[in-house]
């Protein structure tokens, strides 16, 4: 079992930045993808971006590429998501996930944390 834990979530004006965290522990594998994804009230889950936990590629939605930056410290075993330029439009649930398989669908990660708000008001 992976448990994790987001947190930095918060309310910001639009034009401005977040990081959020992921805290992971248990069976934690360096063979994990890690995700971002993100549901706004009334529409569907949204994949914000992923990394492989022993590094490589990043992969980001194209509504958040060039804005939102994905990394890792494999030393405290916590993933971020930085958040720049934020929109109203960013506002959502973001929760963090882990699986083997990784990439922009949600039922290829197995393990998901309880989710962070973030509010972006114009």
């Known amino acids: 079992q992976v448990q994790l834990v987001e947190s930095g979530g918060g309310l910001v004006q639009a034009g401005g930045s977040l990081r959020l965290s992921c805290a992971a522990s248990?069976?934690?594998?360096?063979?994990?993808?890690m995700g971002w994804f993100r549901q706004a009230p009334g529409k569907e889950r949204e994949f914000v971006g992923c990394i492989r936990w022993s590094g490589g590629s990043t992969y980001y939605a194209e509504s958040v590429k060039g804005r939102f930056i994905i990394s890792r410290d494999n030393a405290k075993n916590t993933l971020y998501l930085q958040m720049d330029s934020l929109k109203p439009e960013d506002t959502a649930v973001y929760y963090c996930a882990a699986g083997w398989l990784g990439g922009g669908n949600g039922g290829s990660y197995d393990y998901w944390g309880p989710g962070t708000q973030v509010t972006v008001s114009s």
């Open positions: 248990g069976r934690t594998s360096s063979r994990y993808y």
